[in-house]
């Protein structure tokens, strides 16, 4: 295991930026989560890290080892692809042991078994080692490749996406599997995602993409609680946070240069309106079993509360909201604190 | 599953029109099947027979077309013969009752060696040619890739025979003529840019996140393409080597052009095997079933990959 650092890297395609400038320490041990909507440069920053891209400026290093122009081989990384790429010509047995076959390792085939034994173990795929890799359902062999990065413990594993084509019930599976494979094995893993439940559940730091650059950097409950900006805020949570025109709450107190008003659904108090600040009407009810949502309509703008399902309200309420925790941002979607500007 | 059980798919085709796809099939099959099944009951007949009209559908198997394929045959006297010891085979007995003896063999078997040393010579080298060119055009960043491309599909674009002629002069100064190489290096030459435009497609196919992930694994470039793209690529390779067999087994033209001894492949030969009296019939058609066996074995050994390697491409899996 071993830490891995970006100095500055650059990488542009034709005409797209699909890195720009990242400098990130990726400590030893830790799972660090890449998050960004698609073309934000996620996937292109861990090919750097394997060798599939050469940087067009920058270096990498890893354990301190300029590794900028090494080939993939040498790097001592493994890639969990999004699209599997188990080898479709191979057993799962012979997947899984591709890597320690590899002609530079030169690993006695009696180690190979058993390293390939116990990560089938791990991955409870015991059964399936004399399968075809193509006679698997998904989440087999989802398991496989990712099992294709285990036997070798390489320095840093490079995931990307690899839960996304799963169902929802396989993705909160594996998302256990994983982070119980990182606590169990002390892995570093840098692992890219646009889901903000597995950066969430699993991430020990989250970094937030946006066109190629890092915005925000911090734990998840930083990145949660405490956004830079309003792309950051949007990332997290669901529903999405309520972003509001400033006007709609006169009678709130902001800061210097808001004009929009944040707030998550679960920092939305409702009352049945009498004489409250800001009023809406219900439009919406969502049931969800265990809570409601609630679209209210204020002015022309919904905002969408987390409502117990058991209150007393119905759709064409009149209701007055109260914020608990509002984020402000400036017009051009900066963070803005109360009590001056910056932290 | 359940569902097809208890209802009727909309894609499977209904019974009407399997059997009349079926009734096309068998049709066909049978339209195309005659002039072989004529050509098959032709090696057993007897020259006579072979040219008798109105054609004879009965008719009272002989091997003399087989054995004149086989031998060469010289006519001797009565005496001559009666004084030889006794017909060591069938040919022996079948040249001996219309006073011929059998002379030695004849340059069949040598022909026939030839058009397989030269048919599976060059789809060998056409093919290792093509996979390899194909998976630098497919992988790599290559000048002017697609000039390239269209340069080597042109080179079918007019039909090869037109340039027999400069051909012709450049073997006889290269020495190449009637040779078992010069042979190879022309059908190679065909073929090749056949095979190039075929594997790309089967190439092009094979996602590229299998070789970067034996990249990372710790192969080579070379070692990814031999442990895994080569493995995956079997169904278009041995498409591709069927086409091209076919084409280097069958060609006559440049055959005939440019062997004569040596080199000369079956094609040219079969046609002018005289026997007595003009053509003979009998021995041609024998020739021509044997000629049918190589491609025949190959392409039924291979035949699962064959049909999987024509459709590929066709539906995305």
């Keep these: 295991m071993a830490e891995v650092v970006f100095e500055g890297v650059s990488k542009r395609f034709a005409r797209t930026q699909a890195v720009a400038d990242l400098s990130l320490t990726v400590r030893d041990g830790e799972f660090l989560v890449l998050l960004g909507p698609t073309g934000a440069g996620k996937t292109t920053t861990l090919r750097l890290v394997a060798g599939l891209e050469a940087p067009d400026a920058g270096r990498l290093r890893m354990e301190g080892r ?15 692809f999004q699209q599997y790429s188990l080898y479709p010509h191979l057993s799962v047995y ?36 004399d399968n075809r890799a193509t006679r698997l359902s998904g989440g087999q062999m989802q398991r496989v490749a990712i099992g294709r990065a285990l036997v070798r413990r390489p320095a840093i594993f490079l995931m990307d996406e690899p839960l996304s084509s799963l169902d929802a019930k396989l993705r909160a599976e594996m998302r256990v599997e ?11 893993i ?5 889901d903000q439940t597995e950066a969430m559940t699993m991430a020990t730091r989250i970094g937030v993409l946006e066109h190629g650059r890092l915005v925000q950097l911090g734990s998840p409950r930083e990145i949660y609680e405490d956004p830079i900006n309003i792309h950051v805020a949007t990332r997290l949570g669901s529903p999405s946070v309520n972003l509001m025109p400033r006007q709609l709450f006169p009678s709130v107190r902001v800061p210097e240069g808001a004009v929009t008003i944040g707030v998550r659904t679960e920092h939305v108090r409702i009352r049945k309106s009498a004489n409250g600040a800001a009023v809406g009407r219900v439009r919406w009810i969502e049931h969800l079993g265990d809570q409601s949502h609630l679209h209210v309509t204020v002015a022309d703008t919904d905002v969408i509360t987390l409502a117990d399902p058991h209150a007393d309200l119905a759709v064409g309420d009149e209701v007055a909201i109260e914020m608990v925790a509002p984020l402000f941002f400036d017009a051009s979607g900066e963070r803005v604190r109360p009590g001056g500007n910056g932290r | 599953m359940t569902a097809t059980t208890l209802a009727h798919s909309v894609v499977e085709p209904s019974g009407r029109s399997k059997g009349i796809a079926g009734t096309v099939i068998v049709v066909y099959a049978v339209i195309s099947m005659v002039p072989l099944v004529w050509i098959f009951l032709t090696a057993f007949k007897s020259p006579s027979d072979s040219i008798a009209y109105p054609p004879k559908i009965v008719f009272h198997p002989t091997l003399d077309g087989t054995c004149n394929l086989f031998t060469t045959i010289s006519r ?38 030839n058009s397989l040393i030269i048919a599976f010579g060059s789809t060998a080298l056409s093919v290792v040619l093509g996979v390899t060119a194909a998976y630098a055009f497919s992988r790599f960043r290559v000048p002017a890739k697609d000039d390239l491309l269209f340069f080597i599909l042109s080179t079918r674009m007019m039909p090869p025979i037109a340039v027999a002629i400069p051909i012709y002069l450049m073997y006889r100064e290269l020495g190449l003529s009637d040779t ?5 290096l022309l059908y190679s030459a065909v073929n090749v840019s056949l095979a190039v435009w075929l594997l790309k497609g089967f190439i092009d196919e094979i996602p ?7 990249l990372v694994d710790g192969y080579t470039r070379l070692q990814a393409f031999r442990k895994v793209v080569l493995p995956q690529a079997t169904t278009g390779i041995v498409a591709t080597a069927i086409f091209c067999l076919i084409f280097a087994w069958n060609e006559y033209a440049f055959a005939t052009l440019l062997t ?17 009296g003009g053509q003979d019939w009998p021995a041609v058609a024998a020739a021509t079933t044997l000629f049918l066996v190589p491609i025949l074995v190959f392409t039924v050994l291979l035949r699962k990959n064959l049909l999987r390697g024509i459709t590929f491409g066709a539906v995305r899996k």
């Design chain 1, 178 to 188: 994983l982070k119980r494979i990182h606590r169990e094995l002390g892995a570093t």
């Design chain 1, 94 to 129: 012979d997947n899984l042991a591709f890597p320690l076959r590899s002609p530079a390792r030169r690993i006695p085939e009696d180690q190979v078994r058993a390293r390939v034994t116990e990560i089938a173990r791990l991955l409870h795929l015991q059964e399936k080692l």
């Design chain 2, 260 to 276: 004569s001894g040596q080199a000369q492949t079956a094609p040219p030969f079969i046609p002018i095997i005289i026997g007595e």
């Design chain 2, 208 to 214: 590229r996140e299998y070789e970067e992930a034996a």
């Design chain 2, 76 to 113: 001797q006297t009565a005496d001559y013969i009666s004084s030889l010891p006794p017909p060591m085979n069938v040919c022996d007995r079948i040249a001996r009752a219309r006073n011929m003896v059998v002379a030695g063999p004849s340059n069949f078997v040598p022909r026939f060696l």
């Design chain 1, 66 to 80: 300029d590794i900028t122009g090494e080939p993939p081989s040498t790097r001592d990384v493994a890639f969990v």
């Design chain 1, 190 to 194: 840098l692992y890219v995602t646009h």
């Design chain 2, 180 to 184: 078992h190489l010069g042979m190879i």
